[in-house]
């Protein structure tokens, strides 16, 4: 059961990353990262239901290792959004009080 959830994340990493290769803004690229994100998970959710975890442990195994890699991955790039949404235009004081870092991957070393 586990291969079917590892092949699905590993579609969405591939997806993640062409965004990234094929994408500048930094802006876009968080958006469209977020909705690949989103879909991956309600594509988890949507398999799920037509396969009920049979077993405790299969159950255990899903909420303590495949789902948070998904939910992992919807949050950082919503982060990533937010940061970059609020960050100051620009003008005379442009980016006071923010050090000069170009992407979230320069503040937190990436995912």
Do not use: W
């Not at 062409?18 to 990262?33: A, C, F, G, P, T």
């Not at 960050?87 to 320069?106: A, C, H, L, Q, V």
């Amino acid at each position: 059961m586990s291969e079917i959830y590892n092949h699905l994340y590993e579609d969405l990493e591939d997806k993640l990353r062409m965004i990234d290769l094929e994408e500048d803004n930094i802006l876009k690229k968080s958006e469209q990262s977020f909705q690949t994100a989103l879909q991956a998970i309600n594509q988890l959710r949507d398999d799920l239901k037509g396969d009920r975890l049979r077993l405790q442990s299969d159950e255990i195994s899903f909420f303590k290792e495949i789902k948070p890699k998904f939910v992992s991955k919807l949050i950082y790039h919503l982060s990533v959004f937010n940061i970059e949404t609020n960050k100051p235009n620009g003008g005379i004081n442009r980016g006071k009080g923010f050090k000069n870092y170009s992407t979230f991957d320069e503040i937190y070393g990436g995912e």
